[in-house]
Structure formats: C-alpha cells, structure tokens
C-alpha cells in the first residue's frame, strides 16, 4: 500500500475562504501531482511537481497554486474559494518506476 | 487545452462472469500501458501494467490484452465479485517525466 497521505478528506467551506489542502508522501518520491476530478468523470491534471522548487501547471486551468520546499510535501492553495471549486483534489506521486501512486482525495465542496 | 468531461460508460455484470473492459488510446508511441482502479471515495489504485513489446499480461484474476495495431487495450477480470465494482482508467504516459494521460473512464456495476 502507498504511503501518501491527504488531509482533510473531506471540507465544507464557504465562499471567499483561502484554504489549502495538504498531500504528503514518505516514499522519497521526486514526481508529484494534483488531479481534479468530478464526481463520475475524467482526471485532469492541475499541477506537478518534479522535485524540489519545481512546479508546473497542467491541463486544466485552475485558480489554485502548489509549492514544493520539501521533497515529501506538495500543497495545493486556493487563496478565495468558489462554488466552482467544488470538486475532489487527488494527489499523487511517482518514483522511477512508471506507476503513480494516488492519495485518498480530497472532497471540497464551496457554499 | 482544456478537455470537455464526459459521463463515464457502465459495465453491469452478473456476479460470476468475466467482465471486459476497453480503451482505445492515442499514442502509437507509448511504450507502456497501466490500469487503474477506483473505487468510490477513494483514489485511484494500480492494478496491472503492460509494456508495449508485449502483447498480453497476466495477474491475479486480471488479464490485460494490448493490440497495437488498433491501439487498443483491454482489461479482463474472471469471476467478477462485488469488490469488484469501481471505475476503471487505463492511462498511457504523456512524456519522459512521468505524466499521465488518463482515459475516460469504465463504471463496472457488478449485479449479484
């Protein structure tokens, strides 16, 4: 079982917040990413990661922002949260091998 | 750019029988191939992978078929059981460094 952990599982936050979801791997992995995904549909890459002071933006447009100090630790920030935020957030990471391995998720949902 | 979401296709099998699950995917190129499943609440988790020399792979219940010349792939689960039920991903890798490029999508509903 992969050791990447996601915290909270589960948010109900209001309009205009600022929060941050946490994703943490002791996997000493390099490459790490953020997916969003509805319920039901695809995964599309937000953000990614391919070590330390190295962040990207990925397909899909979004407001939110990552950063990378430590090798283990990749969170994504959402500085005024919307209704349109409303998602689940998945993390995960990936060493030389070709599998990622995925986080819980996140489920953020903005009233 | 950005994709259109898609509503994912179901699979409903009868408990018992062998359940197949299709993708078709872009890149002639790719060198290997990974299925994933997930169940609901959860993340994604790996299940098999395939290189692109190979033309069939074998695991636990699983087996995954790869015809290059269609490009398509195919996950196989014999004797379907209601753990079984989750959404199923095969996903190709975009570049050397590692992204993915995920496909649709397959609900597998597993009926007793």
């Known amino acids: 079982e992969a050791d990447i952990y996601q915290t909270p599982r589960y948010l109900v936050i209001g309009t205009g917040k600022k929060i941050t979801l946490e994703c943490s791997q002791t996997?000493?992995?390099?490459?790490m990413y953020w997916y969003q995904q509805d319920p039901g549909m695809e995964l599309h890459l937000i953000h990614y990661s391919y070590g330390v002071n190295s962040t990207e933006k990925g397909d899909l447009s979004s407001e939110s922002t990552v950063s990378r100090i430590r090798t283990e630790h990749f969170p994504l920030t959402l500085e005024s949260a919307r209704p349109s935020h409303t998602s689940q957030y998945l993390c995960?990471?990936?060493?030389?091998?070709?599998?990622?391995?995925f986080g819980p998720g996140t489920r953020l949902t903005v009233t | 750019g950005e994709s259109v979401g898609l509503h994912l296709p179901t699979l409903s099998v009868q408990e018992g029988d062998n359940s197949i699950i299709n993708c078709a995917y872009s890149?002639?190129?790719?060198?290997?191939f990974i299925w994933y499943k997930q169940e609901s609440g959860k993340g994604p988790q790996f299940i098999i992978d395939?290189?692109?020399?190979?033309d069939k792979r074998q695991g636990q219940r699983v087996t995954v078929l790869l015809n290059k010349t269609v490009k398509h792939l195919s996950l196989q689960i014999a004797a379907t059981q209601p753990g079984d039920s989750a959404v199923y991903f095969c996903?190709?890798?975009?570049?050397?460094?590692?992204?993915?490029?995920f496909g649709a999508g397959t609900q597998v509903v597993v009926t007793p």
């Open positions: 996903a190709e890798p975009r570049d050397s460094w590692g992204k993915l490029q």
């Open positions: 996997m000493g992995h390099d490459k």
């Open positions: 995960a990471s990936k060493d030389r091998d070709h599998e990622q391995y």
């Open positions: 395939i290189r692109s020399n190979m």
């Open positions: 890149n002639s190129a790719s060198d290997y």
